[in-house]
C-alpha cells in the first residue's frame, strides 16, 4: 500500500511539474512575485478563523466527552489538517493524529475518534450544496458550454443525493455505526469499549439534532468562505475575479479535489483542477497553476507551523492514559 502511495505521489509531482511548463515557468514565477510575502501573510492569516470555526463544528459533536473545550478541538483540528496537508503518504495521518492530538490534552482517543468520524460526514455533507452552487452559477455565466449537458446530470446528481441522504438519515447512521465498529475490531490502539457503549454513544449524539445542524451549518458558512479567500488570493496577484468566479472556482476545485482522494495531496491533480476550471472562466493557465501554488503554500506555512508545535507537545508532555471508567463516559446534561 504505501509503495503504490509513493507511486502515485511521484507521478503526481510529475504531472505539476508538467503543468507548469505547460503554463510558462516564467508567466507562473511572474504572477507568483506579484503576491509577495505579505499578500502569502494575508492570505495565510484568514484562514486561520476557519480552522477555529472547523474546530468548533468538531466540539459541537464532542462536547459532553469529559474535559472537551472549544480550544482543545481547534488545536485538534489544526493538527488534522497539517498532517493531511504536509504528511501526503500517510493519507490518514491527519485523522490519526488529530484524536492524538485531542489525547495529549487529556480527551480520550476512541470518544475523539467517533465524534470525529460524525463531523467527518457532516463536513462531506456539506460540500455537496456548495458544489451544487458552483455548478449552477458556472452554468449560468457560461450557458453556452459544450459540458451544459454534463453539468447539467451533474447537478441533478447532486440534488437527487442530498434529498435521498436526507431521507435516509436512519439508514446512514446505522451504517456509521456498523463501519465504526469495524474500524475499532482492527484498530486496537483506540481502546475499544464494548459494543453497546460505542452504539449508545453514536446515538446519543445523532440524537442532538440541534447540535448536529449547527455543525453542519457551520461546514457549509466555512465551504463559502473559501470563495472570499480565492477572491482575496486572487486580488493580491492582481487577476480580477468576480464574486460568483470565486464561488466557481473554489467549489468546483474542492469538488474536483475530494474525487482525487486516492493521490496523496492531490499532486498534480489540484493544479489540473484550477487549468480545468480556471479556463472555463477566461484565466490563463499561468494565473491557475500560480492560484494553486499559493494556496499549497498557504497550507505548508500553517502545516510546518503546528507540526512543529504538536511534536514539542509529544516530547515535553507525558500521555494523559486512558480516563477512570469508561472510555465513552458522557458529561451529564444540565
Known amino acids: 500500500m504505501k509503495r503504490r502511495a509513493i507511486i502515485i505521489f511521484l507521478f503526481g509531482i510529475a504531472i505539476l511539474a508538467a503543468l507548469v511548463v505547460y503554463s510558462g515557468i516564467g508567466a507562473v514565477e511572474r504572477t507568483l512575485q506579484s503576491l509577495r510575502l505579505s499578500g502569502l501573510a494575508l492570505i495565510t492569516l484568514l484562514h486561520v478563523p476557519v480552522l477555529a470555526l ?126 465504526v465498529l469495524a474500524l475499532l475490531r482492527r484498530w486496537p490502539g483506540l481502546a475499544p469499549a464494548p459494543q453497546s457503549e460505542v452504539q449508545a454513544f453514536l446515538r446519543h449524539i445523532f440524537a442532538r439534532g440541534d447540535r448536529l445542524l449547527f455543525g453542519l451549518s457551520i461546514h457549509i458558512f466555512c465551504w463559502l468562505f473559501g470563495a472570499v479567500e480565492i477572491w482575496v488570493m486572487f486580488a493580491l496577484m492582481n487577476i480580477r475575479i468576480t464574486g460568483l468566479e470565486a464561488v ?41 497553476v500560480a492560484a494553486s501554488l499559493v494556496r499549497r503554500g498557504r497550507e505548508l506555512v500553517i502545516g510546518v507551523f503546528v507540526l512543529a508545535i504538536w511534536q514539542l507537545l509529544e516530547i515535553v508532555a507525558p500521555s494523559p492514559g486512558e480516563q477512570q471508567g469508561s472510555a465513552l463516559t458522557l458529561k451529564k446534561r444540565v
Request: charged fraction near 10%; charge should be neutral.
Open 54 to 179: 472547523l474546530g468548533m463544528a468538531w466540539w459541537m459533536i464532542g462536547r459532553d466527552i469529559p474535559n472537551a473545550a472549544r480550544l482543545k478541538f481547534f488545536w485538534a483540528r489544526c493538527v488534522r489538517d497539517a498532517a493531511a496537508e504536509v504528511l501526503p503518504l500517510s493519507q490518514i495521518g491527519g485523522f490519526v493524529l488529530g484524536v492524538r492530538a485531542l489525547n495529549l490534552s487529556g480527551i480520550n482517543m476512541l470518544p475523539g475518534a467517533l465524534s470525529m468520524s460524525v463531523d467527518l460526514i457532516l463536513e462531506f455533507a456539506a460540500k455537496l450544496p456548495y458544489a451544487l452552487l458552483g455548478l449552477l452559477a458556472l452554468l449560468t455565466l457560461s450557458p453556452g458550454t459544450g459540458f451544459a449537458g454534463l453539468i447539467f446530470i451533474m447537478v441533478a446528481l447532486i440534488a437527487a443525493g442530498t434529498v435521498i441522504a436526507a431521507l435516509l438519515r436512519g439508514w446512514i447512521e446505522n451504517l456509521l455505526e456498523n463501519s
Open 248 to 288: 466557481i472556482i473554489d467549489s468546483l476545485v474542492s469538488t474536483l479535489r475530494s474525487l482525487a482522494f486516492a493521490v496523496p495531496a492531490a499532486a498534480g491533480t489540484q493544479e489540473a483542477s484550477y487549468l480545468l476550471v480556471c479556463g472555463f472562466l477566461g484565466i490563463a493557465p499561468a494565473e491557475a
